[in-house]
């Protein structure tokens, strides 16, 4: 979950979203160092905006670049848009949303009923995705190997927001998952004519 919450007493006229999705070798994205990701999870295709004043323009981006977002954040606030340096395209119903790498949901308010994110109201952008399994044609996916290992994958969204003030950018701590793990018994049984 994307979660922005207006707590001030102004009203916000336009929010941006961007994160790049887990992937090993993933960075924050205020102080460019590792997240500490070890694989990618693959994104499923129900992303979705939740509380909008009515009338909100929405604008879903999605990329597939390697290193999505990184080292954007201290130009987000003065371009008045996130991570310019990749190649977005707008989510349609043939985006293959496996393949995605960053997200940049933008919503502009003052096209809504109401002209605003006024004070104490709130929206969010909520999506799934699903740990995978490397393969031959995906080496991003999650170790396959035995003994498993407890393997983290982590987020981190910032947002670009502009109210009464200018704009501002925030960056709140990372959240993940993890592979779940667990002993696993084989039994042999030995049955038939020849069993002896």
Same mark, same amino acid.
């Given at each position: 979950?994307?979660?922005?919450?207006?707590?001030?007493?102004?009203?916000?006229?336009?929010?941006?979203?961007? =994160?790049?999705?887990?992937?090993?070798?993933?960075?924050?994205?205020?102080?460019?160092?590792?997240?500490?990701?070890?694989?990618?999870?693959?994104?499923?295709?129900?992303?979705?905006?939740?509380?909008?004043?009515?009338?909100?323009?929405?604008?879903? =981006?999605?990329?597939?670049?390697?290193?999505?977002?990184?080292?954007?954040?201290?130009?987000?606030?003065?371009?008045?848009?996130?991570?310019?340096?990749?190649?977005?395209?707008?989510?349609?119903?043939?985006?293959?949303?496996?393949?995605?790498?960053?997200?940049?949901?933008?919503?502009?308010?003052?096209?809504?009923?109401?002209?605003?994110?006024?004070?104490?109201?709130?929206?969010?952008?909520?999506?799934?995705?699903?740990?995978?399994?490397?393969?031959?044609?995906?080496?991003?996916?999650?170790?396959?190997?035995?003994?498993?290992?407890? !393997?983290?994958?982590?987020?981190?969204?910032?947002?670009?927001?502009?109210?009464?003030?200018?704009?501002?950018?925030?960056?709140?701590?990372?959240?993940?998952?993890?592979?779940?793990?667990?002993?696993? !018994?084989?039994?042999?049984?030995?049955?038939?004519?020849?069993? =002896?």
């Amino acid at each position: 979950i994307l979660h922005l919450v207006n707590a001030g007493t102004t009203n916000i006229k336009s929010a941006q979203f961007f =994160e790049q999705l887990p992937v090993n070798g993933d960075q924050y994205l205020v102080a460019g160092n590792s997240r500490g990701s070890a694989y990618r999870p693959q994104m499923l295709d129900d992303l979705k905006v939740w509380g909008a004043p009515s009338g909100t323009t929405q604008k879903i =981006e999605v990329t597939t670049d390697a290193n999505a977002c990184a080292g954007t954040w201290s130009t987000v606030a003065s371009a008045g848009t996130a991570c310019g340096a990749n190649t977005w395209t707008v989510a349609n119903a043939s985006t293959d949303w496996s393949k995605v790498t960053g997200l940049r949901v933008s919503l502009d308010f003052t096209t809504s009923t109401v002209g605003s994110l006024t004070p104490g109201t709130a929206t969010d952008v909520t999506y799934s995705s699903k740990n995978q399994a490397k393969s031959s044609s995906d080496a991003s996916g999650a170790s396959v190997d035995a003994p498993a290992t407890d !393997e983290f994958a982590w987020n981190q969204f910032g947002m670009l927001y502009t109210g009464a003030s200018g704009s501002k950018t925030i960056a709140p701590n990372r959240v993940g998952v993890h592979l779940r793990t667990g002993s696993l !018994e084989v039994v042999k049984k030995v049955s038939g004519k020849a069993a =002896e």
